[in-house]
């Protein structure tokens, strides 16, 4: 996502995780982990505009950052959320407002 090859898709639920609203991004490839370390970037080949996550997985997801959503602050901050996604489970790699305080 951050060299721009890969547009994410941006899903969108209401707190009752009702019928997700979806925008499709463009996927002209995956970044994959090499098996000597590292990763490399493989071309996609017809599967440039396909939904990655199933509702279900949106609705899953849904409610994982809702218990973070309030858990952290009970949405009075912005929550910054980092997670992998391995075909079946959502693991919460780090989450939190982003925000360092400096005290002077």
């Given at each position: 996502?951050?060299?721009?090859?890969?547009?994410?898709?941006?899903?969108?639920?209401?707190?009752?995780?009702?019928?997700?609203?979806?925008?499709?991004?463009?996927?002209?490839?995956?970044?994959i982990?090499?098996?000597?370390?590292g990763?490399?970037?493989?071309?996609?080949?017809?599967?440039?505009?396909?939904?990655?996550?199933?509702?279900?997985?949106?609705?899953?997801?849904?409610?994982?950052?809702?218990?973070?959503?309030?858990?952290?602050?009970?949405?009075?901050?912005?929550?910054?959320?980092?997670?992998?996604?391995?075909?079946?489970?959502?693991?919460l790699?780090?989450?939190?407002?982003?925000?360092?305080?400096?005290?002077?």
């Open positions: 996502m951050v060299s721009g090859a890969v547009e994410p898709d941006e899903y969108r639920l209401n707190y009752w995780c009702e019928e997700p609203e979806k925008r499709i991004g463009r996927k002209e490839g995956k970044t982990a090499k098996i000597t370390g990763t490399e970037f493989v071309e996609s080949v017809g599967t440039t505009k396909c939904q990655v996550l199933t509702d279900e997985n949106i609705r899953k997801l849904a409610l994982l950052i809702q218990r973070i959503f309030d858990s952290l602050g009970a949405g009075e901050l912005h929550q910054d959320i980092e997670w992998v996604f391995d075909g079946e489970n959502f693991t790699v780090q989450a939190g407002n982003g925000v360092a305080l400096v005290h002077f």
